[in-house]
């Protein structure tokens, strides 16, 4: 026989009640499931957050450490796209507007 999970009360405002109720009903989930997910979610951003910052101490404390990891990285990923704003498939068949030497149309499908 499964037990029921242990339950507590939190204190939240009326307005933070109605939009977990309002979450909840458009989702189709219990209230509980919302604030799970939320707290996931938040856990989730602070995980990375923390990554990006000790990414970050690397690059300034060590550059020598952040050039094997960039050097390890390319050889694991490849190098990196010329541009982020589209995809890698697409890379070379569109020039952006910034890219463009005069008289270029931007088109370079015929390749």
Do not use: C
Request: proline residues 7%; glycine residues 4%.
């Amino acid at each position: 026989m499964a037990t029921k999970p242990k339950a507590t009360t939190i204190r939240v405002s009326v307005k933070t009640r109605d939009r977990i109720a309002a979450l909840a009903k458009k989702a189709g989930e219990p209230m509980t499931a919302i604030i799970d997910q939320a707290i996931r979610e938040m856990e989730k951003k602070h995980r990375w957050q923390r990554v990006a910052e000790q990414m970050e101490e690397t690059r300034q404390e060590d550059p020598q450490a952040w050039a094997e990891y960039l050097a390890e990285s390319e050889l694991v990923h490849g190098p990196p796209p010329r541009s982020s704003r589209i995809a890698p498939e697409w890379e070379g068949l569109i020039t952006f507007p910034e890219e463009r030497d005069e008289g270029d149309s931007g088109r370079n499908l015929a390749r």
